[in-house]
């Protein structure tokens, strides 16, 4: 244990600079997985039939396979069709449909448990479907999603450590670099390991303030089976 605190000592600000990266590729993923798992959840559950295909298709085709996968074809596949995109926009891309993929179905099953008699109450004062889906029903949801929806967040953390494969330089790319350096690629994964247990124990903790702070003491959603 002792050569894990003296590469933490020796690289911590090369370990801090790869923190910033790999903080920065999970917030853009989690918002621009949200931004699109939002519409594609919308799309399923109110969508036209052509609308609900599309929306099934992309969310069983991210879901399914590996989101190294989704990398490569995206910062290697891509220029074969003309559109080549730097290691950082091909890394958040990535995150972010491979993300969207899991929020959009977060956010359906919380919208799906939302009673149908809310959607005949809006209509009946006078609402339009969609502005029913806006002002009664979407407010509803998206409190409701949170305590799946946070380990979203979590996760997305975690993965994003494959991004070092095209050389983008987050923490995990800063770990093998010490390893390279050190010769000691189980103190230098070590180290980085303390890394992501710090800032996953605090993002959970964010999160679970998040959720105590939206939470309404007694409120119960009404469910379809009811």
Same mark, same amino acid.
């Given at each position: 244990?002792?050569?894990?605190?003296?590469?933490?000592?020796?690289?911590?600000?090369?370990?801090? %600079?790869?923190?910033?990266?790999?903080?920065?590729?999970?917030?853009?993923?989690?918002?621009?997985?949200?931004?699109?798992?939002?519409?594609?959840? =919308?799309? #399923?559950?109110?969508?036209? %039939?052509? =609308? #609900?295909?599309?929306?099934?298709?992309?969310?069983?085709?991210?879901?399914?396979?590996?989101?190294?996968?989704?990398?490569?074809?995206?910062?290697?596949?891509?220029?074969?069709?003309? =559109?080549?995109?730097?290691?950082?926009?091909?890394?958040?891309?990535?995150?972010?449909?491979?993300?969207?993929?899991?929020?959009?179905?977060?956010? #359906?099953?919380?919208?799906?448990?939302?009673?149908?008699?809310?959607?005949?109450?809006?209509?009946?004062?006078?609402?339009?479907?969609?502005?029913?889906?806006?002002?009664?029903?979407?407010?509803?949801?998206?409190?409701?999603?949170?305590?799946?929806?946070?380990?979203?967040?979590?996760?997305?953390?975690?993965?994003?450590?494959?991004?070092?494969?095209?050389?983008?330089?987050?923490?995990?790319?800063?770990?093998?670099?010490?390893?390279?350096?050190?010769?000691?690629?189980?103190?230098?994964?070590?180290?980085?390991?303390?890394?992501?247990?710090?800032?996953?124990?605090?993002?959970?903790?964010?999160?679970?303030?998040?959720?105590? %702070?939206?939470?309404?003491?007694?409120?119960?959603?009404?469910?379809?089976?009811?």
């Amino acid at each position: 244990m002792g050569s894990v605190f003296v590469i933490l000592q020796r690289f911590l600000p090369e370990f801090l %600079k790869g923190t910033a990266v790999t903080l920065e590729l999970t917030a853009v993923g989690i918002l621009l997985g949200f931004a699109l798992g939002l519409t594609l959840a =919308l799309m #399923r559950a109110y969508g036209s %039939k052509p =609308l #609900r295909i599309i929306a099934i298709g992309f969310i069983e085709l991210f879901r399914g396979t590996p989101l190294l996968v989704q990398l490569f074809l995206i910062y290697y596949g891509l220029p074969s069709l003309g =559109l080549t995109l730097s290691q950082s926009v091909s890394a958040y891309l990535a995150l972010g449909f491979n993300s969207a993929a899991y929020q959009a179905e977060y956010i #359906r099953g919380a919208i799906q448990s939302i009673g149908e008699s809310q959607m005949t109450a809006g209509r009946a004062i006078g609402l339009s479907r969609w502005q029913t889906i806006r002002f009664i029903i979407m407010p509803q949801a998206l409190r409701l999603v949170i305590p799946a929806w946070s380990n979203e967040p979590i996760s997305l953390l975690k993965t994003s450590a494959v991004v070092f494969l095209i050389a983008v330089q987050d923490l995990m790319a800063r770990g093998k670099r010490a390893a390279s350096i050190t010769y000691n690629p189980i103190g230098s994964y070590l180290a980085i390991a303390v890394i992501y247990l710090v800032m996953v124990f605090a993002m959970s903790a964010l999160l679970k303030w998040l959720e105590r %702070k939206t939470k309404i003491p007694g409120f119960e959603m009404e469910t379809e089976a009811a």
